[in-house]
């Protein structure tokens, strides 16, 4: 071998050499670098109030009796009209005896708004301001064959026996004295119970401002016979499609009056607002 190929060998054999170790110290250092980790910032702390609520759920006129507890809500979420734990902690043992004005579902948290102490009327707590309970006597061929449940809204009719203008005999003459009055309770009952669909009773105890309970005592009177006539609940509520064509329709029948009289003295009575 001449000495000229063996420089060769040589230079290469040291080349080689010297690249595996350059490759080995810098994958060394790799190894050694430190792993830097970076977490997530470290989320605060949800704070919890022990806030009444129901266990259960409660129908309107429901007593509450058993039905109330305490249960956590996160601070964010509570009002200033929920009943804490840390202010009332026998808010439990004062509301016993109280009675729901609306109802609730299991898990709600109570508003003493929401809510009737046992010593105040139940039917006068659920009256808007302003307005009259008045009872009128039904039965189920004078009420919608018994259909009629609280909360729906009906129009009084009126039919009653009249003299001939010749004064030859009489007819029978009907026209609709009120219109869309609430019903709140037939008989003692303020709300469908158990599923019930059909209410046969012999009261009807309906909502009215004081004008219309004077017309409405008044037609009792002067009637042979009071119908309830159930009218859609798409035309009998603020808000609902038909409410502004009623409101129109009463303009209508402003003139329609009941004539009463008082000691000798008589007064018209506006029947249809």
Excluded: C
Excluded at 224 to 246: E, K, M, N, Q, W
């Amino acid at each position: 071998m001449s000495l000229a190929r063996v420089a060769v060998i040589g230079v290469a054999f040291v080349a080689a050499l010297g690249a595996g170790l350059l490759a080995l110290n810098l994958s060394s250092s790799k190894s050694n670098d430190p792993v830097i980790i970076t977490a997530a910032p470290a989320q605060p702390p949800v704070k919890l109030e022990d806030v009444l609520t129901t266990t259960k759920a409660l129908e309107m006129g429901a007593s509450v009796n058993g039905a109330l507890g305490w249960q956590k809500w996160p601070e964010d979420g509570i009002g200033p009209t929920l009943i804490l734990k840390k202010n009332e902690p026998d808010a439990i043992e004062k509301l016993k005896g109280s009675v729901a004005r609306q109802s609730f579902f299991a898990g709600e948290p109570v508003r003493e708004a929401k809510l009737i102490r046992p010593d105040h009327g139940f039917m006068s707590a659920i009256l808007p301001a302003g307005k009259r309970a008045v009872a009128v006597r039904i039965a189920a061929d004078t009420a919608a064959g018994g259909f009629i449940l609280p909360n729906d809204h009906v129009d009084v009719i009126m039919t009653r026996k009249v003299a001939n203008s010749d004064g030859q005999g009489e007819h029978m003459a009907t026209e609709t004295v009120l219109r869309n009055l609430r019903v709140l309770a037939i008989d003692q009952a303020v709300q469908e119970k158990d599923g019930q669909k059909v209410v046969v009773g012999t009261t009807a105890t309906l909502e009215v401002d004081p004008d219309q309970a004077e017309a409405l005592t008044s037609a009792q009177q002067m009637a042979d016979r009071l119908v309830l006539s159930l009218r859609s609940l798409s035309d009998s509520i603020p808000g609902t499609p038909g409410y502004a064509a009623f409101l129109l329709a009463q303009d209508k029948h402003q003139k329609s009056t009941i004539r009463v009289v008082r000691y000798g003295q008589s007064t018209d009575i506006t029947t249809t607002k």
